[in-house]
């Protein structure tokens, strides 16, 4: 199958009479060709996650390949020198980490401890290493329990410092979920549709909030906070403005 044979529909080019699709030649810079008859459905329903629709805007074909034949793209990584997990397992672990903890000591009526409880994240800790251990070979023990320690002294950095804010008298703020997911046919949906013409886009929308908290203000309304867990380079975050992302501005909608 070559790129040819392939058209994928730009849903960012729903005009009133027919939907533009895009060809060999439009991939490649060339002239793009009407090729929809009027018989085709005008009502289109698209499932959207962030990622999936970053995709769609960087690249249809790739998302065309991706999500709606299901093509699934062989992945390379490249082994990283002294590290037992790769940065998506990594990011992984972290979050189930303070998932895990966060849901245990957070989310109660009760007073909120002043400083980290560490029986009860030596248990989350171990119990997710030992999760990790059975699906992600270790090469070096080594290099594996270098990596644990790294990783635990940073989350019970950031979990100290979640205490001190949570407990202090002055904190407003409770933590209300955490992996708070939402996506279509379930019981917490973000559904828009949007009429142009004779038809109608509907999409659905899916995601996953790290965690939200909220706090009610002296004249009864409820204010939300969304936490988003970043376990990437550090400088980067430093020197990139990552508030307009398409992740976020869902997530605002759906808040």
């Known amino acids: 199958i070559s790129k040819a044979d ?10 009133e009479d027919k939907i533009i699709v895009k060809s060999d030649e439009a991939i490649d810079g060339g002239e793009k060709i009407d090729a929809v008859p009027a018989e085709v459905d005008k009502n289109i329903t698209v499932r959207l996650s962030a990622s999936s629709l970053d995709c769609l805007y960087s690249c249809p074909l790739n998302y065309h390949y991706s999500y709606e034949q299901k093509i699934e793209a062989e992945e390379y990584q490249v082994p990283e020198v002294g590290k ?16 895990d903890y966060v849901s245990k000591l957070f989310i109660t009526d009760d007073a909120i401890l002043a400083d980290v409880c560490v029986s009860a994240y030596d248990d989350v800790f171990e119990k997710v290493k030992e999760e990790y251990e059975a699906k992600c070979p270790i090469d070096s023990y080594s290099v594996a329990k270098k990596e644990m320690e790294v990783i635990s002294e940073a989350l ?20 209300e979920g955490c992996e708070v997911s939402f996506k279509p046919g379930t019981d917490r949906t973000l559904d828009r549709q949007y009429h142009y013409a ?29 936490i988003d ?27």
């Not at 392939?6 to 005009?15: A, L």
């Not at 997990?85 to 303070?98: C, D, I, Q, T, W």
């Not at 867990?229 to 808040?255: L, R, V, W």
């Open 198 to 226: 004779d038809g109608t886009l509907s999409i659905g929308f899916s995601g996953c909030i790290d965690r939200i908290d909220s706090y009610v203000d002296d004249a009864g309304k409820k204010h939300y906070r969304l």
């Open 84 to 99: 037992w997990l790769n940065p998506a397992e990594r990011g992984s672990f972290v979050h189930k980490v303070l998932q």
């Open 6 to 15: 392939i058209k994928v529909v730009d849903y960012k080019n729903i005009i």
């Open 156 to 175: 019970l950095c950031y979990l100290g410092q979640l205490h001190k804010e949570f407990s202090s008298q002055k904190n407003k703020w409770k933590v």
């Open 229 to 255: 867990y970043k376990t990437g380079d550090k400088n980067y975050f430093k020197n990139n403005k990552i508030e307009g992302t398409s992740q976020h501005h869902i997530y605002k909608m759906f808040a």
